[in-house]
């Protein structure tokens, strides 16, 4: 899905607490009509225009009494990123790919990665403890990097404006001279 797509869906406020709701569990048409308190053919609607753009995915489940039910539930991770600064605007899209290039540059990340791999194999209680502990250490790299990547839109951004000032300095040179 492109991200002009995206942003557009995003647009509209009720899609944006549908997908609030289903990122929390999957829901079926009533769920999410009583939940937000807008009609079921409302909710229809852009439950279905969300689930043809490839943003929802939906099941039926078999209930004990009745006819199944259509659940709905978000399809696949979709991150991106909106950056809005004096000199630039860049939307990208970052959704996860594991690049093992990447995984050797990031040398904490490559062993949390090990440790998922192990952790696969486990079953109950011993399971859930690693798992949580890998959590909690993900949190902590997710942080590390979200502070040194600050630190490097700084200092694009102080770049920027120094390139921008010199080619602004050269040019009324061009003119003077």
């Excluded at 990122?23 to 009533?30: G, H, I, K, L, M």
Aim: include cysteine; charge should be negative.
């Amino acid at each position: 899905m492109r991200i002009e797509e995206i942003l557009d869906m995003l647009g509209n406020e009720t899609r944006r607490e549908i997908l609030q709701l289903l990122s929390e569990r999957p829901c079926y048409v009533s769920q999410v009509s009583q939940e937000l308190n807008v009609g079921q053919k409302a909710i229809i609607e852009h439950l279905e225009l969300m689930r043809r753009a490839g943003i929802l995915k939906s099941r039926l489940r078999k209930i004990e009494k009745g006819r199944p039910r259509k659940y709905y539930g978000i399809s696949k991770e979709v991150i991106f990123e909106v950056k809005i600064g004096q000199s630039f605007f860049d939307i990208s899209d970052i959704s996860p790919v594991l690049d093992p290039e990447l995984l050797e540059t990031l040398p904490k990340l490559k062993g949390i990665t090990k440790k998922l791999e192990r952790v696969a194999r486990l079953r109950g209680e011993e399971k859930l403890t690693e798992l949580e502990d890998i959590h909690n250490e993900l949190l902590e790299e997710r942080e590390n990097l979200d502070t040194a990547k600050r630190v490097v839109e700084y200092f694009l951004s102080e770049i920027r404006d120094e390139i921008r000032e010199e080619s602004r300095e050269k040019e009324l040179e061009k003119l003077l001279f």
